[in-house]
């Protein structure tokens, strides 16, 4: 049984810094792209920043140059590094991950977490 779950979210400053984790778990043949989404009140669920399992980046245009995505392949984790932040990035951010479970050899399914708040006011 796979499961994926994000933490680090919190109350922060405009400006400030927070850094998120996602850990996939459970029966895990392997994990192609894993990325970081955000939903805020009233708003579509919007592409943050995505990696792919040799490290390919992509971000959205609003938060390039502020904030860095990174994986550790042998923990199974993807870490969404936010600088700089603006009230505006305040929602709910979700991971994302590609997975192939165990028992199959090429077909992937997409998991997503529970959502994590981030909430940036001063």
């Known amino acids: 049984q796979v499961q994926v779950v994000e933490s680090g979210g919190g109350l922060v400053q405009p400006g400030g810094s927070l850094r998120l984790s996602c850990a996939a778990s459970g029966s895990i043949n392997s994990i192609y792209t894993m990325g970081w989404y955000r939903q805020a009140p009233g708003n579509q669920r919007e592409l943050v920043a995505i990696i792919t399992s040799d490290g390919a980046t992509s971000y959205a245009n609003s938060v390039k140059a502020r904030f860095t995505i990174s994986r550790d392949n042998a923990r199974n984790t993807v870490y969404l590094r936010m600088n700089s932040l603006k009230p505006e990035d305040t929602a709910v951010y979700y991971c994302?991950?590609?997975?192939?479970?165990?028992?199959?050899?090429?077909?992937?399914?997409?998991?997503w977490g529970q959502g994590t708040q981030v909430t940036v006011a001063s």
């Open positions: 994302y991950a590609r997975i192939v479970a165990s028992g199959r050899s090429s077909y992937a399914n997409d998991y």
